[in-house]
């Protein structure tokens, strides 16, 4: 047994004292040959430090020797020295057969830093060198995904698809789905999505692909993709939510609520999932359920303004105006940043008859509401039953400027003017 691989046995056995001591002997006296394989699977392995050590004290040897610097570039990428990585990269020459591996190298760190002209460049530069590369068409696409060129990086994928449907592990039929998707080509992203599951049945794959037909409008595909998928994987939470609209579709609400269930047991902190059970049940007319999953979604959040504003609605209707109140004052929203909850407590405290609250809510929501032809007539209201008849008459004149003809509002102005 050679001394690397005698090394490597101590390693993967936890013989690391060892291992220690054979990677000095082959550090002091080691054949180059020895050593480069040995910095490569000390990489591999995850020895960063020890790795590094082996290949620069072989680059005191081979200053220019473009492999052990393309290794070195890896390994000060991996122990995120990158700005030591670029100088080291920067140093192989156009004609070493490396120099390729060291574009795309740079191109990657200039990516991650932002720098996506400069990266583009690198990109350019190894195609020339290497013209039929077809890596360097994925780095390219991945690039221009990046950076939102839906066209660019779809025409780079599509060259990769003439010679591989997958690179490096990524399927290639799925990342142009994934495009086309998050760019709302919804119909046009499904065949992509079809084909990558026909190479390969991946969870992830498959949540794209139901989640496009949802958004597409196939509805019926979607359920029977979420459903595959909660099969496959029952903790993939994003399914639940993503079922029970599609579901609520096609007019299943009892399948949808159930769904949702089913999401709750698997994530209970979910203040989505609470939410949206309580539009369902709603929907299906059982207000105490309806309350029960929203009370619980602003428990979660009770910055959660659309639950709040939902609960307050089956409260008002329910005409339960003590809890519309209570509910207003337990919450994480100011009144000045959601004016619809100034609306609902003027509304509420006018019904318990606490009159001088409803009046400063009241007023207090004009400012918002003041071009809202429902918000108008509850206030006129309000402030005619108040006996406060100036300002019901501006009120109302101002509902007769959006409704000239209405017989009601005439015969209100007529009569408050003439008070």
């Not at 993967?12 to 054949?31: L, M, P, R, S």
């Not at 660019?152 to 495009?179: C, F, M, P, T, W």
């Not at 949802?214 to 459903?227: D, S």
């Not at 504003?309 to 105006?321: A, H, P, R, S, V």
Request: hydrophobic share 40%; glycine share 6%.
């Amino acid at each position: 047994m050679d001394r690397v691989e005698r090394i490597l046995e101590l390693l993967e056995n936890g013989q690391h004292k060892d291992a220690i001591k054979e990677y000095n002997n082959v550090f002091k006296n080691g054949t180059a040959e020895e050593k480069f394989l040995l910095g490569e699977e000390l990489f591999q392995f995850g020895f960063i430090e020890e790795a590094k050590a082996l290949i620069e004290d072989m680059l005191k040897v081979f200053p220019e020797e473009g492999e052990l610097l393309a290794l070195l570039g890896e390994i000060l990428i991996e122990a995120g020295k990158e700005e030591e990585a670029l100088l080291v990269l920067d140093r192989i020459n156009e004609r070493d057969a490396c120099f390729p591996q060291a574009l795309l190298l740079m191109a990657d760190l200039y990516q991650v830093q932002g720098l996506y002209e400069v990266s583009e460049r690198k990109l350019s530069k190894a195609k020339e060198v290497l013209p039929h590369e077809v890596i360097i068409d994925f780095a390219l696409g991945e690039l221009y995904s990046e950076q939102g060129e839906i066209t660019k990086a779809i025409e780079a994928y599509q060259k990769v698809l003439k010679e591989e449907s997958e690179i490096a592990g990524v399927s290639i039929n799925q990342r142009i789905g994934d495009i086309l998707s998050v760019s709302g080509a919804f119909e046009d992203a499904l065949p992509y999505y079809k084909k990558a599951l026909e190479d390969k049945l991946e969870i992830n794959t498959l949540f794209g692909y139901a989640f496009t037909a949802l958004q597409a409008g196939y509805y019926r595909t979607a359920i029977e993709k979420f459903n595959e998928l909660k099969e496959l994987d029952p903790e993939y939470h994003s399914i639940y939510l993503q079922l029970a609209k599609a579901y609520e579709f096609e007019e299943e609400l009892e399948n949808s609520l159930e769904t949702i269930k089913l999401g709750i047991k698997q994530d209970e902190f979910s203040n989505e999932l609470f939410f949206y059970g309580g539009k369902i049940a709603l929907k299906l007319g059982r207000n105490e359920e309806a309350e029960q999953f929203l009370r619980e979604a602003i428990a979660l959040d009770p910055g959660y303004t659309e639950a709040v504003l939902t609960l307050n609605k089956i409260f008002l209707q329910l005409e339960k105006f003590e809890d519309v109140i209570d509910l207003i004052k337990e919450i994480d929203i100011q009144e000045d940043e959601e004016p619809q909850l100034l609306w609902d407590a003027a509304l509420a405290y006018h019904r318990i008859e606490e009159f001088s609250q409803a009046l400063n809510k009241y007023e207090s929501a004009y400012t918002f509401f003041k071009n809202n032809e429902t918000f108008l007539q509850d206030y006129g209201y309000f402030l005619l039953e108040e006996g406060k008849n100036a300002l019901a008459a501006e009120i109302f004149k101002q509902l007769l400027k959006n409704d000239p003809t209405n017989e009601e509002f005439i015969e209100l102005v007529g009569r408050l003017t003439e008070m």
